[in-house]
């Protein structure tokens, strides 16, 4: 199975910090990665699909790079609702697998 | 808006079964793959089963193969997932997802917690 590893585990930031979480594939998925953030107690949301699509109502603050193996989502000034976990998955072979996440907090 | 209501999580004993539900409403169901994705307690999330529009193709993690049977009626709008040989490992919020593009997720049910204890 191809493995995602996130880095780095956890990110302190303060607000108005660039961030910057990597997602690395045990080998290539081609474009076909996802980034999702999820808040404690709320389902996971999709931000980011084939590795450089924003999802619906996702602000233009959030951005996604990169293809074959090694993927950046990167948020330009981090706000105050940006403080969760993301995640990558992969959906190029079966079976589906998930990063173990990045956590952004606040410094 | 599309909305997925799920149901059926609980208690249950090791070895013992569950059928978790899944309402849809807001799209045309049998247009888009869907499946589940569990989160044990603190922990990441993991894919669990992915099956296709039409029901013809599904899809299982290696760690529930053979014990879980994920099914659809497109007549009710209503997504399941069987799950006979319960282990304690299998202790989670399963959620319900509709695929965005194939086999990503671009909605999310709010969960259902599945224990696994005696």
């Known amino acids: 199975e191809i493995v995602l590893t996130q880095s780095p585990a956890t990110l302190s930031l303060s607000p108005g910090e660039r961030a910057t979480l990597s997602c690395r594939a045990s080998?290539?998925?081609?474009?076909?990665l996802a980034w999702y953030q999820q808040k404690p107690g709320q389902a996971p949301r999709l931000f980011i699909y084939?590795?450089?699509n924003r999802a619906t109502g996702v602000p233009a603050r959030f951005s996604g790079s990169g293809s074959g193996a090694d993927f950046t989502l990167t948020i330009s000034s981090v706000e105050p609702e940006d403080f969760a976990v993301y995640y990558c998955?992969?959906?190029?072979?079966?079976?589906?697998?998930f990063g173990p996440g990045t956590k952004v907090d606040i410094k | 808006e599309v909305q997925l209501l799920e149901s059926g999580g609980g208690l249950v004993q090791p070895g013992g079964s569950l059928r978790l539900s899944c309402a849809a409403s807001?799209?045309?169901?049998?247009?888009?793959?869907m499946g589940w994705v569990r989160q044990a307690p603190e922990k990441g999330l993991e894919w669990v089963s992915s099956?296709?529009?039409?029901?013809?193709?599904?899809y299982y993690a290696d760690s529930v193969r053979g014990r879980f049977t994920i099914s659809r009626d497109n007549s009710k709008n209503t997504l399941y997932l069987q799950m006979d040989s319960l282990r304690a490992e299998d202790t989670a919020v399963y959620y319900c997802?509709?695929?965005?593009?194939?086999?990503?997720?671009?909605?999310w049910g709010q969960g259902a917690l599945v224990t696994v204890s005696s």
């Open positions: 997802a509709k695929a965005h593009t194939y086999y990503d997720f671009g909605y």
């Open positions: 807001g799209f045309t169901f049998n247009s888009y793959a």
């Open positions: 998955q992969q959906r190029s072979e079966w079976p589906l697998t």
């Open positions: 099956i296709t529009g039409n029901g013809l193709s599904t």
């Open positions: 084939d590795a450089s």
């Open positions: 080998r290539s998925v081609s474009s076909y």
